[in-house]
């Protein structure tokens, strides 16, 4: 699905003839069905793979644990010497040996006969349970009576219990946890192939925003986007590449997001989307390579200034200036495209982002047609988890500071109500 057919600008249109935004998921789909670069790959060691996406089907060269060992410290033993037994009737063993941790016994068992044991001991050849210790009195230095019977295989585990060898461990697509990496050390495995991380670059517009060390004069804002964004990517697991904030100027947009369309797999351009005689971003996009603007106007708030492009299969953003919109539009949009440039392959029964279900503590007002993400704070009143609304226009940052995720509001819907059960996407660690 990343090159094929190539897609075509879609431009809705109201009555009068005028552009008319998205809908949310026809954005989404046409983002689905772009026809984008796909992931290269590259092999790296175990111990640098975390958070990597594996990009191959994984088998076990071996079975793990390749013995039978015990899970209780206790008593190897037959388990038919011990039927029948208990407390009053006990069965009386011989202790032969002692298994040493790590080493492979120099004896084996038959009935009559027992070996001490630790957990995680290899057992010996004959052998086929382990008594636990609590179950168990020394007679003296060489016997040992048994309280309780056993069954075949009881508080043992099997050579290849855990893992067989030739099963299929991890699947291609799957983004690596520190689990996957314990278990690709258990069998062996010391390196593995994965997709290269996604390089993003970052581009911050307009005449009025100044770098974060500068003092602003009059009419002038400091850089928040390209920071905001810079640490939204490093989230998401790509390479975020900053490349500046230039002026509004059409030829050094052009300049700009050449260069950056051949050395990166996506761009963000923050400020560049809003309609206005500054608004070069899609005569640039549409104009560097096919199949160029994708949409422009999407029916969501914030950010309805969106634009979307691809060029030469590399996806472009042009993003509202607002840093709430910046925000909920990278959640939104941006996030999925990232994930299938990283070879990611998402699980349906799994958010692609941490949700937590609270109760509303008031009403949140919206307008039906337009799909609506409103910032809330999460709290804990009592035995509920209740999730505050945080009103404000999306240009105030500190409506970001406070706010713990985002709650969605449908756009068939004139709203939410208070005490109403929400799912809360909460922002990334």
Known sequence: MFKGDRTQPRVLRDSLGRKSALTVQEALNLLHNAPLNGPSTERVRIDEAYGRVIAEDVRAPEALPG??????????????????????????????????????PGFSIKRGETAAISTGGMLPEGADAVVMLEHVNMVDGENIEVMK??????????????????????????????QDIGALAGVGITEIRVYRRPRVG????????????????????????????????????????????????????????????????????????SVGVRDYAEEVIQSLGSPGVLFHGVRIKPGKPLLAGVVD???????????????????????????????????????????????????????????????????????????????????LILTLLRADGLVRVPSEVNGLYRDEEVEVMVFGD
Not at 69 to 78: C, K, P, T
Not at 84 to 99: D, F, I, K, N
Not at 218 to 242: A, K, T
């Open 202 to 273: 970052i581009i911050s517009t307009g005449d009025e925003v100044v770098p974060p060390d500068s003092r602003p004069a009059p009419g002038q804002v400091r850089d928040i986007n390209s920071y905001n964004l810079f640490g939204l990517v490093l989230q998401e697991g790509g390479i975020p590449v900053r490349m500046g904030i230039i002026r509004d100027d059409i030829e050094t947009l052009r300049a700009v997001l050449k260069e950056a369309k051949s050395s990166t797999d996506m761009v963000l351009l923050t400020g560049g989307s």
């Open 149 to 178: 019977q056993v069954a075949p295989g009881e508080n043992v585990i099997g050579e290849d219990e855990d893992i067989k060898a030739g099963e299929i461990l991890l699947r291609r697509g799957q983004r690596l946890r520190p």
């Open 67 to 104: 013995f039978r060992r015990s899970s209780m410290d206790g008593f190897a033993v037959v388990a038919a010497d011990t039927f029948g037994v208990s407390e009053t009737m006990p069965s009386y063993l011989r202790v032969v040996g002692e298994v040493l941790m790590g080493e492979a």
């Open 313 to 395: 299969g590399v996806a472009v953003f042009a993003l509202p200036g607002h840093p709430a919109a910046v925000t909920v539009c990278f959640e939104v949009f941006v996030r999925p495209v990232l994930q299938r440039l990283s070879g990611l392959i998402p699980k349906d029964v799994v958010p692609p982002t941490k949700v937590v279900r609270a109760t509303l503590a008031q009403n949140i007002p919206s307008v039906i047609g337009r799909e609506e993400y409103v910032r809330v704070q999460l709290r804990r009143a009592g035995s509920k988890i209740l999730a505050e609304p945080i009103f404000g226009k999306s240009g």
